[in-house]
């Protein structure tokens, strides 16, 4: 009897169900790094700078405007003609860690690259993994609209060599894991810092100025240090984290402008533990700010802006700026009030907020006051109940607000409407003021 054939079908069957666990391994791998990728996407909010208005996601074409010029975000989905399909995972961190593209050109640091840098090759090749996972876009986009000569590639040169190191994050020993899990997630992925930190004439970051707030699309990104008068220093790291997931605390403030769009896009999905260490780090940021002021200048205006304000404001803020917890929010130690850039303020009282679940609506000013009404009234709230901000809002910063905002209908469904918030109410899910996002301001990423 012959029993080699039994045997070699025997060896047959046990090789093929080898490779087919094997392979439902490696598919199983491919899943995990997918899904990896889709978490690290959304915490470095790719989708919100790659994604233009009434556009695909991820298929480019936002406008980014900058001191120099302006620039339209690139189309990432794989698509091999317009996207990165054809790209390599070591292209990809290439572009990431080093900001150099597939053609071997340095980038322009729209592309938040000097944070990227930072990000491990692992979770590089996670995102590439995701990104290659989405449906293809076929979108050609023409990225460089920048003035000369800025808009020559070989002029990076100079500005790599003053800001930018190239480098992994390299956790701090002294520290716990949460807190340099925080410090990877909001100095890399999170590119914090590209917003909420000052920049010079050439576009680079104030070092010495870092988290300390700044001015983005016409609103003021506010003062992250642990500052007691215009930073962290009262808040909690856990209110820090419920900030994030929501974009609201009661009793402080509320997501406004761009930061409402990294609320949606990006934070609300992280998970509690990463918002959690995302917390302790930014607890831990040294009280730096050079934007705290001391006592307001005696303004001979104060009047009239109080005057204002009990016409107004105060049936539903209150006396003292307290306001009615969960009805209408505080105006007395609110971050946004507190803010040096009075931009925010200004577009609350001339547009108004939508109502949301319990909170009522707030009407715009812009048809009953003056600009000089809404600068005193400004001015006002800003310089009263504890509040300590220079009476520093004019009436040529609201008319050129109340200009801005004339040029653009104020178009519900837009994709900015969900981006305006008042102080204490949460960020309407999908509408704000579409005319708010497109004010001036520079967009640096």
């Not at 909010?45 to 298929?59: E, I, L, M, N, R």
């Not at 293809?136 to 023409?142: D, I, S, T």
């Not at 992280?270 to 934007?291: E, F, Q, R, V």
Request: hydrophobic fraction near 40%; aromatic fraction near 8%.
């Amino acid at each position: 009897m012959d029993l080699s054939r039994p045997l070699l079908h025997t060896l047959q069957a046990c090789a093929l169900t080898c490779l087919l666990a094997v392979d439902a391994k490696a598919q199983t791998a491919d899943a995990d790094a997918v899904a990896r990728g889709a978490y690290l996407a959304r915490a470095g909010d790719c989708v919100s700078c790659h994604t233009a208005q009434g556009g695909q996601p991820f298929a480019g074409g936002l406008r980014m405007d900058t001191p120099f010029g302006y620039l339209l975000t690139p189309n990432i989905t794989p698509d091999a003609a317009t996207g990165i399909g054809s790209w390599s995972a070591d292209e990809f961190y290439r572009a990431l860690h080093q900001g150099v593209n597939k053609r071997g050109q340095d980038m322009f640091p729209v592309m938040p690259f000097d944070f990227y840098t930072r990000v491990t090759r692992q979770d590089s090749d996670a995102i590439f993994a995701y990104l290659r996972s989405i449906a293809p876009v076929k979108n050609a986009v023409v990225v460089n609209h920048l003035r000369f000569p800025f808009n020559q590639r070989w002029s990076m040169a100079v500005w790599r060599e003053l800001y930018f190191s190239e480098g992994s994050f390299k956790p701090d020993p002294g520290k716990s894991a949460a807190w340099n899990r925080g410090a990877y997630l909001v100095e890399g992925l999170g590119h914090c810092s590209a917003c909420h930190s000052p920049r010079n004439a050439l576009g680079g970051i104030e070092k010495d100025k870092a988290y300390t707030g700044a001015t983005i699309d016409g609103w003021f990104a506010l003062n992250l240090t642990s500052d007691l008068h215009t930073g962290l220093g009262s808040w909690t790291a856990e209110q820090i984290a419920t900030y994030l997931k929501t974009g609201a605390v009661a009793g402080k403030t509320t997501a406004l402008g761009p930061m409402a769009e990294v609320v949606k896009n990006s934070t609300s999905y992280l998970n509690d533990a990463d918002l959690a260490a995302m917390g302790a780090y930014l607890k831990d940021l040294p009280a730096n700010s050079t934007l705290r002021q001391g006592k307001p200048v005696p303004d001979p205006t104060r009047a009239a802006g109080a005057s204002l304000y009990l016409d107004h404001c105060a049936g539903c803020h209150q006396a003292g700026g307290r306001g009615i917890p969960g009805v209408f929010p505080p105006l007395a130690g609110n971050g946004v009030v507190l803010a040096p850039d009075p931009a925010d303020i200004l577009k609350v009282v001339l547009l108004g907020v939508p109502a949301q679940g319990k909170y009522v609506p707030m009407p715009g000013f812009a048809s009953q006051l003056s600009d000089q009404q809404v600068a005193d009234l400004a001015n006002y709230v800003r310089g009263s109940w504890g509040n300590t901000v220079a009476a520093n809002t004019t009436a040529a910063m609201s008319a050129r607000m109340r200009a801005a905002a004339g040029r653009y209908a104020l178009a519900p469904s837009s994709r900015v409407f969900h981006h305006t918030t008042h102080m204490g109410y949460p960020a309407p899910p999908i509408a704000v003021i579409d005319a708010t996002a497109r004010m001036p301001g520079n967009r640096l990423h």
